[in-house]
């Protein structure tokens, strides 16, 4: 076997079912599998039935003529390495949607600008699906911004090529309504020498499920993932990530925080990091953080690591859930700061540092503002 063959081969495992085009090969879940089991899914059915779907969100963006934008066919997404659906739900999206939009950054491009591409839900009671292609060319650069707004039942599927000695800003914004329902999956490839940072922010939704992943095409390749998410009563926001490490001399590193408020409200977020045997010589790291407000709230924060070689630089994970840090709170009390405004800085001490990871001074803002809101409720 080649070490190509070995870096590409099936590793069988609970967390990370076997990918696949076919929608057959994903069964309606029971709720009894491992990478469903802490998900409502009676309010998934629409998007794991297909059924209902007669709706399209609408869109705006800002991308430039230099990059070109088009539909192509399922045949043609796989002849470009898109990878194929780990879930119903992402396998669904393909299907309904039949072609994919592509957004093609060509080789060799500086696009200056954010890209900013703003999804807008047309209400609660409708179900639409999409297939998006991200290609971003050998030596190019760039930063794209998927935004979601408004309401709606959405499944999707989101690939991201990032070609050879590429650098990629990647930013997810779940920005919904509070009774939206969205669930898929985002999938980057990395390209030798490539650098790709990803940032995912999760707020408003009744239900947020996206199963992220990200694998490599060539040694080099560096992954940094972040995310945020704010989960109110009787929402439930998931994520599931799983990094693949398939070629040497790779890296990666994740970190996502969350907070919670409210009776009922609910955040699962799994990490999975598989090392293959040709994967020596890389470096990853996973980290989950959640910060619980007020009584009532449930995370369930999962990592995991599959190490098939001893030949590795470092792997390791962390996960922690927790109420506020009463050293932090008595530190900025006994400066004369009040309790609410002590409470208010230790949150936002908790999520600065990631929001401030986007780069984006218009996106930082609006998440400084959603979680300001938040806070009010709460303090």
């Known amino acids: 076997m080649s070490a190509l063959q070995a870096a590409t081969e099936t590793v069988a495992s609970h967390l990370h079912p076997t990918p696949s085009f076919d929608l057959a090969d994903h069964p309606l879940p029971t709720g009894k599998e491992e990478v469903w089991r802490f998900t409502p899914l009676a309010r998934l059915k629409p998007l794991l039935t297909g059924e209902f779907c007669d709706a399209f969100l609408d869109w705006q963006d800002n991308i430039p003529s230099t990059v070109i934008r088009g539909e192509i066919t399922l045949a043609e997404a796989a002849e470009l390495g898109v990878p194929a659906p780990m879930d119903r739900i992402a396998a669904m999206a393909v299907d309904k949607a039949k072609d994919a939009v592509l957004i093609d950054v060509p080789r060799g491009a500086e696009i200056a600008e954010p890209i900013v591409i703003s999804l807008r839900g047309p209400g609660a009671d409708a179900t639409a699906f999409g297939q998006f292609v991200f290609k971003i060319g050998a030596h190019s650069s760039a930063t794209i911004v998927l935004r979601h707004t408004g309401s709606v039942r959405y499944g999707a599927s989101v690939s991201v090529l990032v070609g050879e000695e590429a650098k990629l800003n990647f930013v997810s914004l779940q920005d919904w309504t509070d009774d939206a329902v969205h669930a898929g999956q985002h999938s980057f490839r990395i390209g030798r020498g490539a650098q790709v940072k990803s940032v995912t922010a999760s707020l408003g939704g009744s239900l947020i499920r996206l199963m992220e992943t990200a694998s490599f095409d060539g040694p080099g390749g560096e992954l940094e993932q972040f995310g945020v998410y704010f989960v109110d009563a009787g929402q439930h926001v998931e994520h599931r990530l799983f990094v693949d490490h398939n070629q040497p001399n790779t890296a990666s590193n994740v970190d996502y925080r969350g907070a919670l408020q409210g009776k009922g409200a609910q955040a699962v977020w799994v990490g999975d990091v598989l090392i293959r045997k040709v994967a020596e010589n890389i470096s990853t790291y996973e980290s989950n953080k959640n910060l619980v407000l007020t009584d009532g709230c449930r995370a369930e924060s999962v990592p995991n690591l599959e190490i098939e070689t001893g030949e590795i630089q470092g792997a390791g994970h962390s996960s922690t859930t927790g109420r506020f840090d009463d050293e932090q709170l008595f530190y ?48």
């Open 332 to 379: 900025l009390r006994s400066r004369g700061i009040p309790e609410a405004e002590a409470r208010r800085l230790v949150v936002y001490g908790f999520f600065t540092d990631i929001i401030r990871r986007i780069g984006i001074a218009e996106i930082e803002e609006r998440l400084m503002e959603a979680l300001e809101k938040e806070l009010e409720q709460v303090l």
